[in-house]
């Protein structure tokens, strides 16, 4: 018995090539980097900033908050962010923004970011945390976190602040 030979036919092109149209609206959803900075969680002393923990508990308590709800709640706020309905998010501003660019600089290094750059305090529905980042808006929203206020200290508050927090000297470093 002989086999046949089947001619092999011409593979198909698809009937429509898929396009994003440039008429997208940017999106309400947020997306958040963290492989752009990857430094982002690492802890710091300038002046009266200090973002070290009292212990390996407080950094647990911490961590798990930011993962738990901080970061969902960044990614369900969309819009409000930017509309001023979302609380505890704000932009910078004044020496706030300064030494905020103070503190990135000795996270990441001196080059990088420009000092016209917009930075953003994105806060919880509760608690003292705050994660400082910036934007991009382009198709969609991107947020990328560049360090953490653990102790509401860019905007220190009575109710959120601790006495003892410059005493703090467990980083994240030490988290084994």
């Not at 212990?55 to 409000?80: T, W």
Request: glycine share 6%.
């Amino acid at each position: 018995m002989g086999k046949k030979k089947r001619k092999v036919g011409k593979p198909s092109q698809p009937k429509r090539n898929v396009s994003i149209g440039q008429e997208s609206e940017l999106r309400d959803i947020i997306y958040i980097d963290f492989n752009k900075y990857p430094k982002w969680t690492s802890s710091v002393k300038i002046g009266d900033f200090n973002n070290h923990f009292r212990d390996s508990n407080q950094a647990l308590k911490h961590f798990f908050f930011i993962v738990d709800q901080l970061i969902p709640s960044i990614e369900d706020y969309g819009v409000d962010i930017f509309s001023g309905k979302a609380k505890h998010c704000h932009k910078l501003s004044g020496k706030q923004q300064k030494l905020a660019l103070k503190i990135i600089s000795e996270i990441h290094g001196d080059k990088i970011l420009d000092k016209e750059v917009e930075l953003w305090q994105i806060g919880g529905k509760t608690k003292e945390i705050r994660v400082i980042g910036t934007f991009v808006n382009d198709l969609i929203r991107i947020f990328y976190p560049l360090f953490i206020d653990h102790h509401h200290l860019l905007y220190p508050s009575q109710k959120y602040n601790q006495n003892d927090y410059r005493k703090f000297t467990f980083s994240t470093e030490d988290i084994k």
